[in-house]
């Protein structure tokens, strides 16, 4: 019994001391980011010349979405290099905008370059480095300048994308004051996406209403306690559900759609005829005329001189499906007929005269 007791005694004081030296071994590694050592990655990887602010969030991003990422900061005192160790990254500590920095960082296998420097010359001088050392490699570039970025984006295509936070900033600061919750801003086109919250001037309208309405496209749909829906079929049966008090969406549109809905100002609505271009049936006309009389709200004795010179625009200026609906009617008499879009001033049907003009 004396010999287990001892045995036990020995074996606690080694598990203790383990559970110990585990523990400090972990605070000690988050504390100052020992133990985890990045290794050099053989390719596919992103390289950040320049470790301020902006390029530790984009490491941190590149980081979580599973991307290896490669540090180059000439700076030794900077206080971002063992955070960006602590995320996983390889720092290199050297001059980014030559070539040999570069090498080492493995440009020559790497995914992409983003040149986050505040210097605007740094930034092209590394990039032009890089396409030297590795032709066609993608490279971002920030460009404090927005009219040099502008530029660039149109005539130096080749060397990279070049973005201007000041431009970006701007542009998402004067969306949000007019609109609501800027949650990005994209160049291309002006897309700008937006958190919208529904309220009064939304509630009721279906997720089909709401885009064409305001021209948006929608990314994402919550309804409590449902899933939220991402990306919405909105031409099928998931367009026809209805917003309510408390929903929320993820909409991408131009500034001014945005300003338009958070304003409550729909686009007016866009309108179509239909053109009778030839009537194969005479069997069919006193159906047809009836069919022309109810949208039109003319009386047929009206309308019967039409099915004389076809072709002839046939309906007032309607709403899309009802245009489809009367074309497809007709169609069912044997008759061809055509829906356009553009009502034309010489083709107006007016609501409230008492003749059609063909």
């Known amino acids: 019994m004396k010999v287990v007791a001892v045995v036990m005694t020995l074996v606690g004081a080694a598990l203790v001391g383990l559970i110990y030296g585990l523990v400090t071994d972990k605070l000690v590694s988050s504390r100052f980011g020992l133990g985890r050592a990045a290794h050099m990655p053989k390719g596919d990887h992103g390289v950040i010349a320049g470790l301020g602010r902006l390029s530790y969030l984009v490491l941190q991003l590149l980081r979580q979405m599973g991307y290896e ?9 900077n206080p971002l290099l063992g955070a960006a160790e602590r995320e996983g990254a390889v ?8 070539a040999s920095t570069l090498q080492q960082a493995r440009i020559q296998s790497s995914r992409c370059l983003i040149c986050t420097t505040p210097d605007d010359l740094t930034n092209l001088e590394t990039a032009l480095t890089a396409h030297s050392l590795h032709p066609g490699i993608r490279t971002i570039l920030r460009i404090t300048d927005a009219e040099v970025a502008a530029r660039m984006q149109r005539h130096l295509q080749a060397l990279g994308i070049s973005y201007s936070p000041t431009a970006l ?10 609109a609501g919750a800027v949650y990005g801003t994209l160049t291309w086109e002006g897309e700008t996406l ?3 919250s529904a309220h009064d001037p939304y509630l009721g309208l279906s997720l089909r209403q ?3 309405d305001y021209d948006l496209a929608i990314l994402l749909h919550h309804s409590r306690p449902d899933r939220p829906c991402v990306f919405p079929k909105i031409w099928q049966k998931e367009g026809e559900t209805v917003l309510k008090r408390g929903d929320r969406l993820y909409v991408m549109g131009t500034v ?11 686009l007016p609505p866009e309108l179509y005829q239909v053109r009778l271009l030839e009537d194969r049936n005479p069997y069919f006309e006193d159906e047809i005329l009836s069919t022309l009389a109810f949208y039109a709200r003319l009386p047929k004795t009206a309308l019967r001189p039409l099915l004389r010179c076809l072709p002839a625009v046939v309906s007032p200026p309607l709403p899309r499906d ?6 497809r009617q007709l169609r ?4 061809e007929v055509q829906v356009f879009a553009h009502v034309q001033a010489s083709e107006r049907i007016p609501r409230y005269r008492g003749r059609l003009h063909g």
């Open 256 to 266: 001014g759609s945005l300003i338009r809905l958070a304003q409550g100002r729909p």
């Open 91 to 98: 720092v290199i500590r050297g001059n980014y905008a030559l």
């Open 169 to 178: 900033g701007a542009r998402a600061f004067a969306t949000a004051a007019l």
């Open 210 to 212: 709401l885009a064409q």
């Open 194 to 196: 937006l958190e919208v």
């Open 332 to 335: 069912k008499m044997s008759t």
């Open 322 to 327: 009802k245009a489809i609906q009367l074309a």
């Open 69 to 77: 990422v490669v540090a180059v900061e000439p700076d030794a005192d």
